[in-house]
């Protein structure tokens, strides 16, 4: 016991709050919002899915974000660990939320590699060659080169691990954060700028893609359609702010006692729903600009198929846009990366005693062998089967399935269970006011753990496993 003592009081910790929130931020600023946001938003009736988003962002995603990181602070403890310290006998939801980092660090690594060759790229000048037809699967089936580039990756987010809290995660979301920002915020007001006439005589412009992303749209609106936007925006808002996957709950257990929780939630909450806004300022303009309302795709084909395309489309400014671009991406993918390999480095230390670097190089070993696994499912070990929500998928569709789709809303119901219903929202409301600072929203928070919150996790995870189809 006294050994645990010892360890708690060594424990690494962000030492300011700007720390914290950035890398907390650089955490939920990934790949989702780059890649699924800008289609969804377009998809959904444009305006229309942002306000549900945001009205989704300040009382589903508070409550989860506040939930988890004040877990974290309480316990002391990463996810592995800080269930069964909250209430004997829910460390299996510890084991559960430790899981979804194992599984989604090798594919998201796999994914940081190919941001890395497209980057290299259009640093080197070749981007005009990504737009090619069958470049980005030409990539992805090759025997070699993504191995090579997903442990260079790699090997990059396990230096900043290595470096620890303070030095490695915090001092590299310092640099990193507002680097991101402005390249978001800069391509964006380029993106707003560009004009094309297409080959038919129809001319776009970035400036009514732009009103496409943001006017609301209620043409055909029906009931189940309203329904469909709403479970749009609480997926992309769930799986954005980083809840459910172990990560605030590292990272609340590094942020000292005398934070001011409130702001610092609110900060984060702000972080990501505006670098979200922005993407899709970026995105949306620039695709409706060269391709119209059919250019919209999500995911691996919008960033590595439907992009390069329009950066070639804009001649020679498209590759410098291109690698500003992917920049921006590498840098998303990077702090995303950090935080997940974070969670599970933490649940190594806290449960195992650990030193760091034992950790860190046991977790990099287990990223190292699923990620050449991963890069194997598009050649030697490819196969195709499909899911129960009807997508078609190989190793990386179904690590992130079962993560995505079946983990993360489990851990969030359980843990919506555990505070709402087991040791009642005073836990949590206790922990944030215990500096003194008002929680404003306490009644909105009670109401949504206890009753909204779970509803609506219960409805995303039976769409998710195919089970609702109604919607």
Avoid at 37 to 57: C, Q, S, T
């Amino acid at each position: 016991m006294l050994y645990i003592e010892s360890m708690e009081k060594k424990r690494n910790s962000f030492t300011g709050s700007l720390g914290f929130v950035l890398a907390a931020a650089g955490s939920a600023v990934g790949l989702g919002n780059i890649w699924r946001f800008p289609y969804l938003a377009a998809k959904d009736g444009g305006g229309l899915f942002l306000v549900i988003y945001l009205l989704l962002a300040v009382t589903f995603g508070f409550t989860l974000l506040t939930t988890e990181i004040s877990i974290g602070r309480l316990t002391k403890q990463s996810p592995l660990t800080a269930y069964s310290k909250v209430k004997k006998g829910w460390g299996w939801l510890g084991i559960c939320a430790s899981l979804v980092p194992v599984i989604i660090m090798p594919y998201y690594c796999v994914i940081g590699g190919w941001v890395v060759k497209y980057f290299i790229a259009y640093l080197t000048g070749h981007g005009a060659e990504t737009a090619v037809d069958g470049y980005f699967t030409g990539y992805i089936t090759s025997d070699y080169q993504p191995i090579l580039l997903m442990a260079v990756f790699l090997a990059v987010v396990a230096f900043i691990i290595f470096k620890g809290v303070d030095k490695g995660i915090a001092s590299s979301s310092k640099i990193i954060m507002p680097i991101l920002i402005l390249l978001v915020v800069g391509i964006a007001i380029f993106s707003l700028t560009i004009k094309h006439t297409d080959a038919e005589g129809v001319t776009r412009t970035g400036w009514e893609g732009f009103k496409v992303y943001i006017v609301p749209n209620f043409d055909g609106l029906t009931v189940k359609g309203f329904f469909t936007i709403l479970l749009d925006a609480m997926g992309q808002l769930f799986f954005s702010l980083s809840v459910a996957m172990g990560i605030m709950i590292a990272y609340g257990s590094y942020v000292k006692d005398d934070a001011n929780l409130v702001k610092s939630i609110n900060q984060i909450e702000i972080f990501d729903t505006g670098v979200a806004f922005l993407a899709g300022a970026m995105i949306v303009p620039a695709v409706f600009t060269f391709m119209g309302t059919d250019g919209m795709g999500s995911g691996p084909s919008l960033m590595f198929v439907s992009l390069p395309k329009v950066f070639a489309a804009m001649g020679k400014v498209g590759n410098i846009i291109g690698c500003l671009f992917f920049a921006m991406v590498l840098f998303a993918a990077l702090t995303s990366a950090v935080s997940v390999m974070e969670a599970i480095v933490a649940c190594l230390m806290d449960k195992f005693h650990l030193s760091r670097t034992k950790a860190g190089i046991i977790e990099g070993i287990i990223a190292l062998v699923g990620g050449i696994v991963v890069c194997l499912g598009y050649n030697k070990l490819y196969f195709d089967i499909v899911l129960p929500n009807g997508a078609h998928a190989q190793i990386l569709d179904i690590m992130d399935y079962i993560s995505n789709n079946a983990l993360m809303p489990i851990v969030a119901i359980g843990t919506c269970v555990l505070i709402g219903w087991v040791v009642k929202p005073k836990v949590i409301i206790d922990e944030v006011e215990k500096t003194g600072q008002k929680f404003s929203r306490k009644i909105l928070y009670t109401i949504m753990v206890k009753f909204v919150t779970p509803i609506l996790l219960i409805i995303l995870l039976l769409k998710s496993l195919g089970i609702l189809t109604i919607i």
